[in-house]
């Protein structure tokens, strides 16, 4: 299965399902996920299971050969049940308990609500557990997507009490931990401790980090709980969710362990309330790359963007090219199969204006047939590089701990760690030098250049893994605030960067926030980098300890103070950058660092160009595509034979339409 829609049968009259069916083979549909938001239809009254419709459109939708992915509707509890049990409606940060009318509406750790899920799913397993058109599950839809604020009801309460004492065992272990002495805050019990309500003053940060850390397992712990009636029901089905790329709400290398893989949604073009969320190239490529990193194995796309998009107000419509542009790039990062979100526009509801495939009056048009065409070029290839990875050199660390700890207290009022990394993350790029992103947890010994982004929070095993990575050869990028902090997120007493200084070389017995105040950095040699450059956010004033300076600062009172450095640690190279350095700098840096381990683009190609790979056993598969509204020409290898793009070569040149994509092949 290499494409597939999402559909819902529940939003059309029964005589059209076989219209949309026929439609959806002709353009090489093999996959529909079906059902996450269909319980009120599936039990319209508490114990009154009604199947039939979903029986049906799924024997319609077989008759074209196609399966089916069955969603938990779990997100959307009915009315009855909100009547009989209103206590399972979550609680907002200002205590005020939310209404019925969206979806999420739901407490995740509410045991009257469990009982309901545990009831229904278990009914809805049984019955699709022998359909031979049914292949596997997506548990509810993108946790925590409808409410920014997480649920601070009693029950909550109550299990974040459990959470703390299952992780400090004792009360004095937590007020150690946390430092709860600090404006009298001690406790005497655990009953005692508070959900971060609004107070009048910002609450303890260690509590608040906690509080982070219990609601992301909550959510693991909530998946796992649907995920294990299915199991037992269900053994021969594969269960995935769908994440939604850097959301920063949950864990998800935690909730990816459980899964057989997981899934992403991706809408490059997605607007809301005037905000541009990850709609440049690289930022896109970067929540390919992390979704592949959670279990560091290929993945589905669940959802990706098909049309404008939006609920209130919408993104720009897709330009000729662009579908089948953000498919091509889902794959290069590792997808193994695309489904498209929606197969209609649907007529009604909050989701009236989120376009899909064919448009409301559901007649095919333009993106009908580009998806069309992109399936009947693309299908036949993927089966090549089915299961390939990019076989990377480059390795960035991504910690929810560390967001969640900048999200607390960001240092800057501009200071984003997602913002941060990705600017490191582009340098790579728009090189064209492939990046897995990966977790703190995982093996990250087999790269040459390791990215650890602002690692305020430190921990002995991580510093050892460091250590050992840098001792045997590794060349790491440590950037600013770097070990700030135990993982209780409280101060450590050592001069910065702590435990980490070994590695590095230097200290840093003082730092400036750069809050308007201007800051700028020289090269250490003028045959290194060529100009005096400025930098932003922050500045570690460092002090060397056997590093050597890479750059100085330009400004201020500590002018001709180290701002970069490089120590030679054993059989590694150990970097420090102390500030934010813009786009030109970085690009200079990562050059420098990359070129030294002999790190080469796959392709040099005008900017704008993406070149991605995927590996496998018999081959490189190279994916070229063309991000700009223009034309581009460019060399390509001459051991680079075409796959996709024939046409568009002439001699040793491609040249690229605009949105133009490409696929070769090299040993």
Known sequence: MKFGVDYYPEHWPEERWTIDAKLMREAGIEVVRLAEFSWAKMEPQEGTYDFKWLDKAITVLSKEKIKTVLGTPTPTPPIWIIEKNPEILPVNQEGVRLSFGGRHHNCQSNHVYRNHIKRFVTCMAKHFSNNPDVVGWQIDNEFGNSHQQLCMCDSCRTAFHQWLQNKYETIDNLNNAWGSIFW???YSNFAQIPVPLRTPNSHNPSLLLDWKRFASDLIVDFQKYQLDIIRKECPNHFITHNFMGFYDKTNYFDLAKDLDFISHDQY??????????????????????????????????????????????????????????WTYQSVAHGADTIVYFRWRSCLFGTEEYWHGILPHHGQPERRYEEIKQTIQELGPAMDNFKGGMPDSDVGILFSYDQDWAFQIQPHHFELNYIDHLLKYYKAFYEANIPVDMLSDEQDFMKYKLLVVPLLMLTKADLTSKLEKYVAEGGHLILTMRSGVKNWNNTVIPK??????????????????????????????????????????????IITLEGAEALAFYAEDYYKDTPAITQNTYKQGIAYYVGTELGTDIMKEFVYYAVSRLNIRPILEAPQGVEVSRRNVKHGKYIFVLNHNPKPEVFDIPSDWQPIIGQKLMTGSKINMPPYGTAIFKTE
């Open 268 to 325: 490059p073009m997605y607007f809301r309330k005037g905000i541009e969320i990850l709609s440049h190239p690289y930022s896109l490529a970067a929540t390919l790359d992390l979704m592949r990193g959670m279990k560091q194995k290929p993945f589905w796309i669940m959802e990706q963007q098909a049309g404008p998009s939006g609920w209130e107000t919408l993104s720009p419509t897709p330009r000729p090219g662009q579908l089948a542009l």
């Open 495 to 540: 001069i910065l960067p702590g435990d980490l200084s070994p590695i590095v070389g230097i200290k840093i017995p003082e730092y400036d926030c750069l809050n308007d105040v201007s800051q700028s950095i020289r090269w250490s040699s003028p045959g290194l980098f060529d100009k005096v450059e400025q930098v932003s956010k922050w500045a570690d």
């Open 184 to 186: 009298s805050q001690s």
